[in-house]
């Protein structure tokens, strides 16, 4: 069986069009559109107007590129926003066993008090040789154990579609009806 296509890029797919596409396109593709569209849309509406389940998908999404490219140093430095949602979601996705490293790694952070995104800067921006060993360690035990989690997210995505909206404004009207709405203005005005 050959490698399936890589999908170049959300394009304003609903939903249910984007999991159509599993089976025709890579399922990190399927995965990073999704991202790509609800980054868009916490862009528009704003990040705490995003359901549960869009916010599962940038966690997981955000630790995957993250702790991929650089370990949980990187990921604490670039998207501290989500480590306060990081264990949760990738217990809401079934992936355990990372759930557990990614607690280790915040542990390692040693936060005295409440997992805010200013406690994670803060903490890592904390020069700190016992910490940067523990994360190099769980950097390891990550690319031993992880592997990729789209599938596992893709899953996840199907079973919580209803709450992944990615065809509304704050209207909840669809981008279509919204559309047609401005042509029939502007068609009233040649009337």
């Known amino acids: 069986m050959s490698e399936l296509p890589w999908l170049n890029a959300y394009s304003g797919q609903t939903t249910d069009e ?20 609800i980054r868009s849309k916490a862009a528009r509406v704003g990040y705490d107007n995003l359901t549960e ?8 999404e955000g ?6 490219n650089g370990g949980y140093d990187q990921l604490f430095r670039n998207v501290p926003e989500q480590v306060p949602e990081l264990v949760m979601s990738l217990a809401a996705i079934g992936s355990s066993a990372v759930a557990d490293l990614t607690r280790s790694a915040i542990a ?19 020069e700190n040789a016992d910490r940067d060993a523990e994360l190099d360690a769980l950097d390891q035990a990550y690319d031993e154990t992880a592997g ?19 065809t509304r404004d704050m209207s909840g009207r669809p981008p ?9 203005g502007l068609l009233s005005r040649f009337r």
């Open 18 to 37: 984007l999991i159509a596409l599993g089976g025709a396109y890579r399922t990190d593709s399927i995965i990073l559109a999704f991202e790509q569209a």
């Open 53 to 60: 389940a869009e916010r599962v998908v940038l966690a997981v």
């Open 63 to 68: 630790l995957e590129r993250e702790v991929n």
């Open 108 to 126: 390692a952070l040693r936060i005295g008090g409440p997992l805010t995104p200013e406690a994670v800067e803060a903490a890592i921006d904390d």
């Open 148 to 166: 990729d989690l789209a599938d596992q997210l893709l899953v996840f995505v199907k079973a919580n579609s209803a709450q992944i909206d990615l």
């Open 176 to 184: 279509l009806d919204r559309a047609a709405e401005r042509f029939r």
